[in-house]
T-cell receptor, first 109, second 113 residues
Framework: GIQVEQSPPDLILQEGANSTLRCNFS?????LQWFHQNPWGQLINLFY???GTKQNGRLSATTVATERYSLLYISSSQTTDSGVYFC???????????FGGGTRVLVKP | DADVTQTPRNRITKTGKRIMLECSQT?????MYWYRQDPGLGLRLIYY???????NKGEISDGYSVSRQAQAKFSLSLESAIPNQTALYFC????????????FGPGTRLLVL
């Protein structure tokens, strides 16, 4: 099956800093989503982005499908950005997602 | 009110017991999914359903079964629980005509002793 690798595995930021999270995948995909899991375990969908660039407030994402990677940018980080960020991809019809291992982010005040 | 709800939120059970985790959604989505998350890892798909009459195995379906009682309800059963099924279980939904974005419930923490 498709492999999804996220880097870095852990990230410690000072509040206000910017950061970039990366997701590499091993095959072509027609579905790519970024999720944030907060410290209480809740998973929130951030972006549906199989290609191109999207922005939502301080977060933005870019997927270069031809090169099989996606980037998630966090600007002016806040303590509420702490948690684990997951990339998930899908190939076949039906939206079956394969998740990466996540990037654990800690934003210090 | 939450769009995707899961019950129970926490459960402790013993090896060999049969348990059921339930998921309900008010989003009107056709597609529903069950995932498990082990500590420090990503989510893995257990089962998924595209409508009431369509059930499909995911990558780790052994030891689990599901029932799609209605469009809004999707239950996961552990027929005979074992300790390595201790995990956080998530239900999710998606709608095929809304870019297939998945929406997750709050999760059920299961401990099998």
């Amino acid at each position: 099956g498709i492999q999804v690798e996220q880097s870095p595995p852990d990230l410690i930021l000072q509040e206000g800093a910017n950061s970039t999270l990366r997701c590499n995948f091993s095959d072509s995909v027609n579905n790519l989503q970024w999720f944030h899991q907060n410290p209480w375990g809740q998973l929130i969908n951030l972006f549906y982005i199989p290609s191109g660039t999207k922005q939502n407030g301080r977060l933005s994402a870019t997927t270069v499908a031809t090169e099989r990677y996606s980037l998630l940018y966090i600007s002016s980080s806040q303590t509420t950005d702490s948690g684990v960020y997951f990339c998930a991809v899908g190939r076949a019809a039906g939206n079956k997602l394969t998740f990466g291992g996540g990037t654990r982010v800690l934003v210090k005040p | 009110d939450a769009d995707v709800t899961q019950t129970p939120r926490n459960r402790i059970t013993k090896t060999g017991k049969r348990i059921m985790l339930e998921c309900s959604q008010t989003k009107g989505h056709d597609r529903m999914y069950w995932y498990r998350q082990d500590p420090g890892l990503g989510l893995r798909l257990i089962y998924y359903s595209f409508d009431v009459k369509d059930i499909n195995k995911g990558e780790i379906s052994d030891g689990y079964s599901v029932s799609r009682q209605a469009q809004a309800k999707f239950s996961l059963s552990l027929e005979s629980a074992i300790p390595n099924q201790t995990a956080l279980y998530f239900c999710a939904t998606s709608d095929w005509d809304r870019q297939e974005t998945q929406y997750f419930g709050p999760g059920t923490r299961l401990l099998v002793l």
